[in-house]
């Protein structure tokens, strides 16, 4: 009876609406507002999107010197280190070698077969896998009403196949997203023209952690009569068309990386055990294997412009004589280009438990304005946005600092599962992206460089950031899930959960 009572009062208290705070900008605040500078943006930006680090790219050299420079930056500010090692959080993971001895993949439709080569065959398993006549479901990314109504319950154990550049670079990871929840048995990634890596991948990434095994298998298959095959699909799950698989276990390689963890302690004696969240990821995707010309993939807007923006943050806030109420942990998480590897250590491991954490603000490309669907200035877009009430506060801290917080009508839902909040999220926590530009025409690309970078407007955004997170460790209230939302529903759930352990 006391669970069924717990149960009650929670869900009355997540299904109240609470309005944003009265917030005022005092003297205190505005000097903090005011050390938020376009010119240390640069900076930190020029140094982080540099060729020195090549990329970025998880594990590297380059990004060993990035989680380094990022520590530097917190010493510097005098934030209060929060890792098992300093300012890192170390998480031991493991770099897995596909092994092609014995590999087979067959395609059956009524009484016609196919047989891929395994030289149009890129592995990306991460143990033996073996299935035989395994259903199979067309994931059509070039369809968005389609792909808005796909639920992770209908991906579950069947043969997922897919063609990424179909959907545009950014669809196709919002459907990762989807697909890294949905326990599929096997995702096939279609790819028109065999790149040159093709039998010979370089290791992936394995936290041997993750024992629901999360992490879909993956390959890639490449061919004309491979590309057959998929268009004579139709989207959804087949009604006849099954896939059989033989796949290796890879070899493993132990590799160790680290989240990069800063935390400026609240100060009220109840709250301060409780704490917002302010990340971003400070990877990228590394160097092309060949070619002429630049070949390196700098990554300033993805997502440096969130890392240089969560140092600022955390510079700035350091600064108030009246520290708020609930502490700040600002974390910068390695990996996500590779699956949202790093947020998801810190959710398994966090400085503050998740039950405790009552926000997540991630900051993912908030530094370019030329985006694809026009200028973006002034203005903010919030990754599911009607998923909680934390776009309230956000945009109840851009009427304060002259940023218009928004939804973007078609972009919010679909990418909320695309970048590191949504291991947060997953956890419970009310965790969202706030993005400026969702697609520009060098996204992914070797051309996205510090040089173009809006400064003045990616200060103006930090700002309202720096007031959001401000209205949300200062208020007794906490953010809620919103109970009416069926696409909260999930995250709601893991709220419960966590708050009635």
Known sequence: MLKAALSTLLCLSLTAATPPQQFAVTPDVQGVLDRISPNSLRGNLSFLASDLLAGRDTPSRGLDIAAEFIAAQYRKAGIEA????????????????????GFALTFADGDKTLSIDSQNVSLRVTQALDLTRAAIFKLDLSDSAFLETVTPEQLAGKVVITEFTRGGMQRGRAAMGKLRNA???????????????????????????????????RISIAGDAAARFYDDLKPGLSESAVASIHAAAPKAQPVQLRNVV???????????????????????????????????????????????????LANALQNLKQRPKRSIVFVTFFGEEKGGFGSRYYARHPVISMAKTVADINLEQVGRTDSTEGEQKDNASVTGFDYSNVADILRAAGALTGIK???????????????????????????????????????????????KIDYENMAKVDRMIAVAVLMLADNAETPHWNADNPKAARYLKAWKQSHAE
Not at 82 to 101: S, V
Not at 283 to 309: F, L
Not at 408 to 437: I, K, R, T
Request: contains cysteine; hydrophobic residues 35%.
């Open 405 to 451: 917080v928004y939804k973007n009508e078609h972009a919010s839902d679909l990418y909320f599962s695309a970048s590191d909040n949504v291991a947060l999220a997953e956890a419970g926590v009310p965790a969202h992206s706030v993005c400026v530009a969702f697609n520009y025409s060098d996204y992914h690309g070797v051309g996205d460089e510090w040089p």
């Open 183 to 217: 326990k599929a048995a096997l995702t096939i990634m279609l790819e028109r023209k065999a790149p040159d890596t093709f039998g010979r991948e370089t290791a992936q990434l394995f936290d041997p952690e993750q024992t629901d095994q999360s992490q879909s298998p």
């Open 262 to 312: 800063g935390i400026l302690r609240g100060s009220d004696p109840a709250l301060k055990d409780t704490s917002v969240l302010v990340s971003a990821h400070y990877d990228h995707i590394g160097e092309k294997a060949s070619g002429e010309g630049d070949r390196i993939y700098n990554g300033a807007n993805d997502d440096g412009s969130g890392t240089v923006s969560v140092i600022e």
């Open 82 to 101: 929060a890792g098992d090692d300093g300012y890192f959080q170390t998480a031991k993971l493991q770099l897995l070698q596909p092994n092609r001895e």
